[in-house]
């Protein structure tokens, strides 16, 4: 309860401090300094749009507590879309470009982390960033329509949000192609995994990448 409150406050501030500066940024950036937020705060999309939710028997919500309200009374969400659709952030694509590792979460799971890569862009500047990804899961889950989720559903379905991975197929050819170029042996590992990883991204499996190198 007091989670809720305290979002529900923060929530109240920000939309003051819009009518005040007149934008979301500029909000955000007042708000972070009174908070005392180390870091920066950027929203991923400076434009207006709404969060909606398309439930598993087809029903549909639109707003962020509307989505949570279904959520939490059993409803099981099958994809977040956003109305209308917007772009990301220069400032977001900027950041990310920069970032030494892309960390998701904590948060609430499809209110707070996953509208995070609905805005168009955003996907395709992770696929190109050469960042690790670390996705911090929450604890507990939230709601009814959760009720059955394990770690294993969550990471799942937070894959869909991101970058397609690369097939193993397409993998196979790059890894013989890197090998062939540089003339690797199987003590170059090191020095081939790392410069696959720096071809690939955040497009490959590391584990399977590994595998293939190794064969």
């Known amino acids: 309860r007091r989670m809720k409150a305290f979002r529900i406050a923060l929530h109240l501030l920000l939309f003051a401090f819009e009518k005040v500066y007149g934008n979301?940024?500029?909000?955000?950036?007042?708000?972070?300094?009174?908070?005392?937020?180390?870091?920066?705060?950027?929203?991923?999309?400076?434009?207006p749009s709404m969060l909606c939710a398309r439930?598993?028997?087809?029903s549909?919500?639109?707003?962020?507590?509307?989505?949570?309200?279904g959520m939490y009374?059993?409803?099981?969400?099958?994809?977040?879309?956003?109305e209308p659709s917007v772009r990301v952030s220069k400032n977001?694509?900027?950041?990310?470009?920069k970032a030494d590792v892309l960390c998701i979460g904590p948060g609430s799971f499809y209110t707070s982390i996953l509208p995070n890569f609905l805005p168009k862009g955003i996907r395709e500047c992770v696929r190109r960033s050469?960042?690790?990804?670390?996705?911090?899961?929450?604890?507990?889950?939230?709601?009814?329509?959760?009720?059955?989720?394990k770690v294993e559903t969550?990471?799942?379905?937070?894959?869909?949000?991101?970058?397609?991975?690369?097939?193993?197929?397409?993998?196979?050819?790059?890894?013989?192609?890197?090998i062939a170029e540089n003339s690797f042996a199987a003590k170059d590992f090191g020095q081939a995994m790392?410069?696959?990883?720096?071809?690939?991204g955040n497009n490959a499996d590391g584990g399977l990448l590994a595998r293939l190198l190794k064969e």
């Open 154 to 178: 969550v990471t799942a379905i937070l894959e869909k949000y991101l970058p397609a991975q690369m097939s193993e197929q397409e993998l196979t050819v790059l890894v013989e192609k890197v």
């Open 92 to 97: 977001v694509i900027s950041a990310i470009k």
């Open 73 to 82: 009374n059993g409803k099981e969400i099958k994809e977040l879309f956003l």
């Open 60 to 69: 549909v919500n639109r707003g962020e507590t509307n989505v949570d309200r």
């Open 55 to 58: 439930y598993v028997d087809g």
């Open 194 to 200: 790392g410069k696959l990883k720096g071809q690939v």
């Open 130 to 149: 050469k960042a690790p990804i670390t996705f911090v899961t929450n604890l507990l889950t939230e709601g009814l329509g959760m009720k059955k989720y």
């Open 24 to 47: 979301n940024l500029d909000a955000v950036n007042a708000l972070s300094q009174i908070l005392s937020v180390k870091g920066r705060v950027m929203p991923v999309t400076l434009l």
